[in-house]
């Protein structure tokens, strides 16, 4: 057998994949710089704008604070209801409890709109005390994954000060980097080989679909991965099923439990498919392309006068609200489902397809990645936010693997563009722009140091290049030539722009895994056929 034949056969769970103890101490070390690094950033981003989810969550910490727990997902004082799966509600409850010594005012459910200057202090706060967690998770996936120390550095780099999270979390104001730091936690302790680690990763995935339920678009890679790596191996596997089930019901039910007598209620909160099929902001996907097509064909259509009128496609407008289109059939939210449903099962029939002795922990991290990029290009109304679900997971295998990190950089530099829109501000674009240069470079000198050598093609080079050309027509250059008209106009533009590199990103990423499930098939073969001739060669030599 050939020393590659034999590599590959190699369980990538191994040891000898880890990082040494020697540098792992030194590699946690600059880690946590890193992070402290950037959480001064993000103290200092505490005075900046902050969008109306400031103002949900402040709601929320008065609903838990301030109202019987029967009344939580009822309350519909604030159009801020409470819309986030109970373990989340908890969370909220928690902070409340501390909030109450800082500004009692902000637990008031009648205070709408409040932000004092402790309020906004303490909210902040919560946000970069939560990024702790990310750092946890950060840290466990790297020491499973990473095996050497400046892979290790490169993606702590990557995900610690990944612009995505500083802009919706610390400006816009969310808790994406708690939810991640779990999800990335969850994906370490699955993917190694001790039982006892597999069920605290699968525990830590239930609790993550309690905190968000947005994550059940990457549960299907979870659950074949967790059969494939853990009940198909060596023996008992009802046994081991049972351990899964158990786990995840009992988390379940503790979660829902106090709310069963609501639990309709509960649900019509968390699945509000009345919401139209996209954001007030279309996010970057393949609706996105759909909706500009159909507006498109509408003018085009008013202009020759194919149509005698034409009706106004309610979505051009940047609101909430159900949607119609003016020549295109509407989509339903069956018609999503279907297509993520369709665009997820490849990847998880290559998953189960693959036999056991050649399943990476690598495979699992990429059906993650494509689970979610599925679920963020055809789901129904996706927030721009979730392409981090996605960015994140790939900005470790993008320190690991050339292909990896192509993809990388052209999905996180349109990813990123996308979400700049959200900072409206006009007092921001300096800063969207600067931060967006300083990542995009920090990319450059990572893969360059990990490869030594250009990672895009010319023409994936151009699209990136445009990127930052889009963010500034969005924020100055339509102004100048419009004023106040088309409003909406720049924003479709860059959402219609980066969705195109979304999808690049997304069938390029399925034809490299694709194509790398089939190479090691094919050498699988090819290693048999070896053994096969060697046994033969042998024979005849004992027979001489």
Known sequence: MTKHSSKLLTNTSSKSDQLEPHNELLSNQTLYIIFALVSTVKFLLIPTYHSTDFEVHRNWLAITYSLPIKEWYVNAKSEWTLDYPPFFAWLEFLFSQIAKFVDPEMLKIDNLNYNSPETIFFQRTTVIIADLMFLYGVREIGKVFCNSQNNYMAFGCLSLCNIGLLMVDHI??????????????????????ESISILQGAAWFAILLNLKHIYLYV?????????????????????????????VLTITFVSFGPFLSQLPQVLSRLFPFKRGLVHAYWAANAWALYIGADKILSVISKRFGWIATTKTASMTGGLVQEDTLAIL??????????????????????????????????DFVRCIILCALSSFIFGWHVHEKAILTAIIPLSLLATLNKNDGRIFMILSSAGHTAIQPLLFPYDLTLLKILMHFIYSLAEILCFQELFNLSLL??????????????????????????????????????????????????????????????????????VKTSQKVQTKIDKVKKRN
């Open 457 to 526: 093609k010319i023409h994936e080079w151009i699209y990136v290049i445009i990127l930052p050309f889009i963010t500034i027509y969005e924020t100055v250059i339509h102004k100048i030539i419009f004023g106040q008209q088309l409003p909406f106009l720049p924003l479709a533009l860059t959402s219609i722009y980066c969705a195109i590199g979304v999808i690049y990103s997304w069938v390029l990423y399925y034809y490299v895994f694709y194509t790398n499930c089939t190479v090691t098939d094919v050498e699988s073969s090819n």
């Open 172 to 193: 816009h104001f969310q808790y994406n980097g708690l939810l991640l730091g779990i999800l990335l936690l969850s994906i370490a302790k699955v993917c190694k080989n």
């Open 219 to 247: 549960a299907p890679a979870f659950i074949v991965w967790l059969l494939k790596w853990y009940c198909f191996r060596v023996n008992k596997f009802f046994t081991k099923l049972t351990q899964l089930g158990v786990i």
């Open 329 to 362: 059939p509407t989509p339903t939210p069956f018609v999503t489902f279907v297509a993520t449903l369709l665009s997820i099962l490849p990847v998880i029939y290559l998953i189960l397809k693959k036999k056991q002795k050649h399943l990476h922990r690598e």
